[in-house]
């Protein structure tokens, strides 16, 4: 495990005056280069090869390290590289998909912007779920068993990407018809009987609200609200209901893009109630709690239930929708406030301060 002690030793041989912001090159990385460029911070992109054209026509990055897979992150040699460049990495959804969370809090030496601890608490499904619920979040009901199915549920297998194999059932009888099906599909195998997770299924909208935790100013900032566009679930509506039958469609949640969303402003007082209460848990749980972005999944359903599936404590990629501006960060920092430049303002005053040892837990 990496601890602060370790952290403070690598920012004693850097020279302050040079930081560079450094991320993969994918997900948010155009946001939070950006960000970086607009506050005086070099940047610094690991990337692909075949990525790389992206960093050619923006000319947001000012070192650019081709690798062959995101893994060469765990690379000694990489790694002396980046701290000679002085460089604060920026986690985002990458880091989480292709590195495993025992390689960024136990093998990756280099200052990292947030609290690694809490990737353990976001990494596992039930503990993740007790923080949100110890925050006072309504999360939807999970069921033990397919016999105490009493309503609409969501069947998930864990770590099914995108939702594939997930199915719909509203009582014992309909999951056990629905899994024989998917079984004969060859979706799934008898033997994830005992590993599909029941859930609750809400019926609403998906929104997803990012915030900005600052342990600089304590205060959980609302800087923008998404929603996704995912493939095939978005599609499933243009063709008829029949047709659905016959080819027997379920439906997939592949991300490929980002709406932005202004919520029903009587909405945003829960929200950011929830926003707080998350990062005080969170300050109990792994201290100092969130640092810097983070994101709840939610559903709102037509009585104005807010339900939260998920917690991201990090940058997600639809904060992508507010590079420049949303209306949220507009309200309180006017234009030009975004998630990427949040995170490079925190970063630059925490140096101004002496207080970079706080952000980079
Ligand atoms: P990628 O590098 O594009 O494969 O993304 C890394 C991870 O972030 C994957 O698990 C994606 O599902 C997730 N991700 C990428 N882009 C988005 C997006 N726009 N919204 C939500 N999740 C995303
Ligand atoms: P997940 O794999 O948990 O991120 O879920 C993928 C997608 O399935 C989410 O983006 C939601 O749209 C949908 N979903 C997951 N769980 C539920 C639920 N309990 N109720 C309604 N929709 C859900």
């Given at each position: ?14 020279d302050q ?7 993969l090159?994918?997900?948010s990385?155009?946001n939070i280069?950006?960000g ?8 610094v992109?690991v990337?692909?090869?075949k ?10 990055v000012d ?13 000694e ?48 499904r ?13 999360l939807?009901?999970?069921?033990k ?11 998930k ?7 594939r ?8 009888k309909?999951f ?25 299924y ?14 600089l ?7 923008c609200?998404?929603?996704?566009y ?9 063709i008829?209901?029949?047709e ?10 592949t991300?490929?893009?980002?709406f932005?969303?202004?919520l ?8 950011m ?14 201290p100092?709690?969130?640092?810097g972005?983070f ?5 709102i359903?037509d ?13 997600v990629?639809?904060?992508n ?11 309180k ?10 995170i ?8 101004e301060?002496?207080?970079l ?5």
């Amino acid at each position: 495990m990496i601890t602060s002690k370790d952290i403070a030793k690598i920012l004693e041989k850097y020279d302050q005056k040079k930081l560079a912001i450094g991320t993969l090159g994918s997900h948010s990385s155009l946001n939070i280069f950006k960000g970086a460029k607009e506050e005086g911070f070099r940047t610094v992109c690991v990337c692909k090869e075949k990525d790389a054209i992206m960093y050619k026509k923006y000319p947001l990055v000012d070192e650019l390290i081709i690798v062959k897979d995101f893994t060469e992150l765990l690379n000694e040699a990489l790694q002396e590289k980046l701290r000679k460049l002085n460089v604060i990495l920026v986690p985002h959804g990458s880091f989480t998909a292709y590195l495993s969370t025992e390689e960024l809090t136990d093998s990756l030496f280099v200052p990292m912007f947030g609290n690694r601890q809490l990737l353990h608490w976001e990494a596992n499904r039930k503990s993740q779920e007790e923080w949100l619920r110890q925050a006072g979040l309504r999360l939807p009901a999970t069921f033990k068993t397919p016999e105490d199915i009493d309503r609409l549920i969501i069947a998930k297998l864990p770590g099914a990407k995108g939702g594939r194999g997930y199915f719909l059932a509203n009582s014992p009888k309909s999951f056990h018809q629905k899994f024989d099906s998917m079984v004969k599909r060859g979706l799934l195998t008898k033997d994830d009987l005992g590993k599909i997770h029941l859930q609750e299924y809400a019926l609403g909208v998906n929104v997803y609200p990012s915030y900005f935790s600052s342990i600089l100013n304590d205060d959980v900032e609302l800087l923008c609200v998404d929603r996704r566009y995912e493939s095939a679930v978005d599609s499933i509506g243009k063709i008829p209901a029949s047709e659905q039958l016959e080819i027997d469609v379920n439906p997939t949640y592949t991300i490929v893009g980002n709406f932005p969303i202004v919520l029903r402003e009587s909405l945003l007082p829960e929200l950011m109630r929830m926003g707080d209460n998350v990062h005080k848990k969170a300050k109990e749980l792994a201290p100092p709690g969130i640092i810097g972005p983070f994101c709840l999944e939610t559903v709102i359903t037509d009585d104005l239930k807010i339900f939260t599936f998920e917690i991201s404590a990090r940058i997600v990629a639809g904060t992508n929708v507010g590079i420049g501006t949303s209306p949220y960060a507009y309200l309180k920092y006017g234009e030009n406030m975004y998630m990427g430049r949040r995170i490079a303002m925190e970063i630059k005053e925490a140096r101004e301060q002496k207080r970079l040892q706080d952000i980079l837990a």
